[in-house]
């Protein structure tokens, strides 16, 4: 496992790091905790100190499962958590009283604090971002008096999804520490501004869908069948897999000695950019884990292989 300098905030964290939604069962069907807490101890065992998880993610079950496998171990683990908004709204809409008001942001810090069984958070995000929120200091006011207290440590944003522009002003205010954004094969839109800034601003970057909700493991098909209630139907409902298929066969003639499997290629391609940080695929079982983290430690992409995967660059939105 190779680790990389997240942002200002001194932390050394694994390139790849643990995408902890999944576990959480939220929205997620076939998660089951004993395969959960197997996974994360594997993770573990072969070098990932950093964890995403979230409030939301089933109602608190992810970061509860966390907690249990931190209680288990002795490793320096980094976990990052988010607030969810009060007015439950992916992506951000309204004022931001009605999403982050203050008494809000601490109650959900001190939910989370619980959750985790631990003294500070290493890492508190907003879940969502709107760019109109900064001229209101309220949230920013909240998280640094949960930093003044102890509480949590370093501050940042997950932004809103395909809208990587929307926190351009905010990275440049040096108000946040990192932010987590959409970055994969497909969406590549993070790379036209806020990369290069988050650099310049030494601002970690926490690059998240790099499998495009698993359109790039190559095992999305027309005829793949996802459990009643799992969310993956909205997302590639109607032709969505047909179209998927059509732009994964372009990629698997990239395949071959460079790189052997599509995810590898999916995970490598995010850790090609030197603002990334870590790239958090979600796992749920030691399969997932073991595979995933085969891209570590490799060989970085040669220059012909980037070339051809920003053709591949898909401006699209699955989540409307």
Not at 29 to 58: M, P
Not at 84 to 89: A, D, L, Q, R, V
Request: charged share 25%.
């Amino acid at each position: 496992m190779q680790y990389r300098k997240l942002g200002r905030t001194g932390y050394e964290v694994s390139e790849i790091g643990y995408g902890a939604w999944g576990i959480g069962k939220h929205l997620w069907i076939g998660a089951e905790d004993s395969e959960s807490l197997q996974a994360l101890h594997r993770a573990i065992d072969e070098g990932v100190n950093f964890i995403d998880t979230a409030l939301a993610y089933g109602d608190g079950h992810s970061e509860r499962l966390v907690s249990q496998v931190l209680r288990e171990r002795e490793e320096r683990i980094y976990v990052a958590t988010k607030v969810p908004p009060k007015n439950g709204s992916w992506p951000a809409r309204g004022t931001l009283e009605e999403a982050f008001p203050a008494p809000y942001i601490i109650q959900c810090a001190e939910r989370s604090l619980r959750n985790l069984g631990v003294e500070a958070i290493d890492l508190l995000q907003l879940h969502v971002w709107d760019p109109s929120w900064i001229e209101d200091s309220q949230w920013y006011d909240a998280l640094k008096e949960l930093q003044a207290k102890g509480k949590i440590v370093h501050l940042g944003i997950s932004i809103n999804d395909h809208q990587p522009n929307s926190a351009l002003e905010l990275v440049r205010s040096g108000k946040v520490d990192t932010v987590q954004v959409i970055y994969n094969i497909f969406d590549q839109a993070c790379e036209d501004q806020l990369l290069s800034l988050c650099l310049k601003m030494d601002v970690g970057v926490i690059a998240r869908v790099p499998f495009d909700e698993g359109a790039l493991t190559g095992t999305i098909t027309p005829e793949t069948k996802f459990p009643k209630k799992d969310w993956r139907n909205f997302y590639f409902k109607g032709d969505r897999k047909r179209q998927v298929l059509d732009r994964v066969q372009e990629l698997t003639e990239l395949l071959g000695e460079e790189v052997p499997t599509l995810p590898q290629l999916a995970l490598r391609f995010c850790l090609h950019h030197e603002a990334v940080s870590t790239v958090i695929p979600g796992m749920r079982s030691v399969g997932h884990v073991e595979a995933n983290l085969a891209a570590s430690d490799q060989a970085a992409l040669s220059g012909e292989m980037i070339r051809n995967l920003r053709k591949q660059r898909w401006d699209k939105n699955f989540y409307v």
